[in-house]
């Protein structure tokens, strides 16, 4: 009969709803640590700044990342002058806004430190009576990752942008258990043959609640460098993840429509 036709439509209908795979389709976040990126015009910032994600496809998370500066400095040598080492601890230093607000090489979140205000590794040599001393000076960046491990828990990877890569500039990616601490060393980006932008794509898995301190610095000098510069700036900071909820394929929704319109064709039976 076209009732019982009608109605076996319909529920293979469902039934093929019923086996449609689920798709998670992988989702990003991205942070532009650039000027404006805040509201905040190119220059001195304060010492922290807080940056929210941008999701695609958009969702009403806010998941923000905190960025800090500081600037340590060591010397080492110089006989009556100084001692063996002088160690001076890290101290919170001003954040600065370079470029504009889209990502180039010349574009991104630096340290205000009275030299190139971006993420600096100096280091320089001066000959005395007794020795040579040896001043090294380094700024860096920290960014609080605590609210992307509680909010996106199917973290794929992340990819870390850097700019102002020249000759042998190079940032050096580091976790750390310490806002202060540069921690242990990732890995390195640039220059690799290119100059101005480099990125590269880390795992999450070395960063915890016990540790969610990603530091960006700039790399260190080799042991028999003179005087030696390194300068860089974070551009931004991208994650994939796979959203929590995932949703059905088109196929699958296409389904669902047909086996609405399959069970509304089915006539009602009049009771007399």
Known sequence: MRIHKTISLAIGMAAGL???????????VTWNFNPGSIG??????????????????????????????YEEQTTVGGGNTYDSQHSYAPKP????GKGTSSIGSESGLGVNDDNSDEIDT?????????????????????LDLTSVLQNLPNTQGATITIGSVTGAD??????????????????????????G???????????????????????LPPPDAGSFTSSVLLNSFQLSYTPSTPTPEPAAAGLMGFAAMGLLLVPRRRTK
């Open 40 to 69: 905040q015009n190119p220059g001195i910032l304060a010492n922290s700044e807080t940056f929210d994600g941008v999701f695609n496809p958009p969702t009403n998370q806010i998941v923000p990342i905190t960025a800090y500066g």
């Open 170 to 195: 190079a940032a050096v990616l580091s976790y750390s258990n310490k806002l202060g601490t540069i921690g242990t060393q990732i890995t390195t980006v640039g220059p690799n043959g290119n100059v």
């Open 122 to 142: 100096i280091m320089t040599r001066t000959p005395t009576d007794d020795e040579t001393v040896t001043t090294l000076f380094q700024s860096f960046v920290q």
């Open 197 to 219: 932008v480099n990125a590269t794509t880390i795992s999450l898995a070395d960063f915890s609640l016990s540790d969610p301190y990603l530091t960006v610095s700039s790399t």
């Open 18 to 28: 019923a086996l449609s795979p689920l798709v998670a389709n992988a989702a990003t």
């Open 93 to 96: 230093t001003k954040l600065y």
